[in-house]
C-alpha cells in the first residue's frame, strides 16, 4: 500500500515551524531538507519536515544531585 505524502509550501513549513520563510528557503538552498520541484515550485515532503524537527530535537539533560551528600 502506498501512502501520499502531502506536500507543503515554504510558506507551510515556514508556519509549522514558527519561523519566517528564510528558514525553509535557506534549508533548501543548503539542501538540508528533502524538497520537490514542481515546475518551478518547490514542494517539501510533510514527512521531511517531521523528519528534520525529530533529528534536530534535543532532550534535556538531567542532572544528579551529588553535591548534597558530599561531606565538607
Not at 506536500?7 to 515551524?17: K, P
Not at 528558514?23 to 514542494?43: A, C, D, Q, S, Y
Not at 515532503?45 to 548534597?68: F, I, K, N, Q, W
Request: aromatic share 6%; no cysteine.
Amino acid at each position: 500500500m502506498v501512502t501520499v505524502d502531502r506536500l507543503l509550501t515554504v510558506d507551510q513549513v515556514a508556519e509549522r515551524l514558527g519561523t519566517g520563510v528564510r528558514f525553509p528557503r535557506r534549508l533548501i538552498e543548503e539542501r538540508r531538507i528533502t524538497f520537490v520541484k514542481v515546475g518551478r515550485h518547490v514542494r517539501i515532503p510533510e514527512s521531511a519536515v517531521e523528519a528534520y524537527v525529530d533529528a534536530h530535537t534535543v532532550e534535556p539533560v538531567r542532572l544528579r544531585r551529588a553535591g548534597l551528600w558530599r561531606a565538607a
